[in-house]
């Protein structure tokens, strides 16, 4: 496997079950993203990792968790979610680095993402 | 806060035409990059510009950084229908060391959804 990759890509879920979605990175990077992408909506950033560490949430409701056990892999876990969750959730990952007294992620990767649909 | 405002959102153009995507951000930044999206799959990296006045060409697609205007601008050269798809530029802020707060993350424009008709 190269690069970043995602499963399932497809997940058809009710309210009330419990999924989680898998992301794993291939690339020794290490900060890994979360965004969710809807119709109505921009990408929209939800978590990012850094070092293992949650460094952002960006006010995501709590029947989203993520999991970051080390910097190749992250999770999504899901749970009661809502029909207005149905979207396409992306993860990526970058090398996120010190340089001149600045932080920068540089270019994000990102994997082929998941299709969420809640019924 | 960042902001990163693309122009146009929605792009109609015919083959053989050239136009050109503009993507302004509000703070400083000398790293900015631009991807791709084709419907239902994920974002392509398409060029990386990380410093004043860089320029990359791929194909017919050219892309440029101008730091001082905060500009970015991406140039379709004599479009093709395999060019329609959606494009987003994203702009990674500089967080100095000292700074307390501020955001570690890309922060995307909206997209511009470009339609190349035959």
């Known amino acids: 496997e190269t690069g970043v990759t995602q499963t399932p890509r497809h997940l058809v879920m009710g309210m009330t079950n419990k999924k989680s979605l898998k992301c794993e990175q291939h690339l020794g990077h290490n900060a890994m993203y979360w965004y969710k992408q809807s119709a109505k909506k921009p990408l929209e950033l939800m978590f990012v990792?850094?070092?293992?560490?949650?460094?952002e949430n960006n006010s995501v409701p709590s029947r989203f968790s993520p999991e970051c056990p080390n910097s190749s892999h992250l999770f999504l876990h899901l749970h009661t979610l809502q029909p207005e969750d149905s979207a396409l959730y992306l993860c990526?990952?970058?090398?996120?680095?010190?340089?001149?007294?600045?932080?920068?992620?540089?270019?994000?990767?990102f994997g082929p993402g998941t299709r969420l649909t809640v019924t | 806060e960042l902001k990163v405002e693309q122009n146009p959102l929605f792009l109609s153009m015919q083959e053989g035409k050239n136009y050109t995507i503009y993507c302004n951000y509000s703070t400083t930044s000398d790293r900015l990059y631009w991807y791709r999206q084709d419907p239902g799959k994920s974002l392509e990296s398409l060029f990386v510009?990380?410093?004043?006045?860089a320029v990359k060409q791929e194909g017919r697609l050219m892309a440029s950084l101008d730091t001082k205007a905060r500009l970015s601008t991406l140039h379709i050269t004599a479009a093709v229908h395999d060019l329609s798809a959606t494009y987003f530029c994203?702009?990674?802020?500089?967080?100095?060391?000292?700074?307390?707060?501020?955001?570690?993350?890309?922060?995307f424009g909206k997209g511009t959804k470009l339609t190349v008709n035959p």
């Open positions: 990792y850094s070092l293992e560490e949650r460094v």
């Open positions: 990526a990952s970058s090398q996120r680095t010190w340089d001149r007294g600045f932080l920068y992620s540089y270019e994000q990767y």
């Open positions: 510009l990380l410093s004043n006045g």
């Open positions: 994203a702009v990674d802020p500089e967080i100095l060391l000292l700074t307390q707060g501020g955001s570690e993350k890309l922060v």
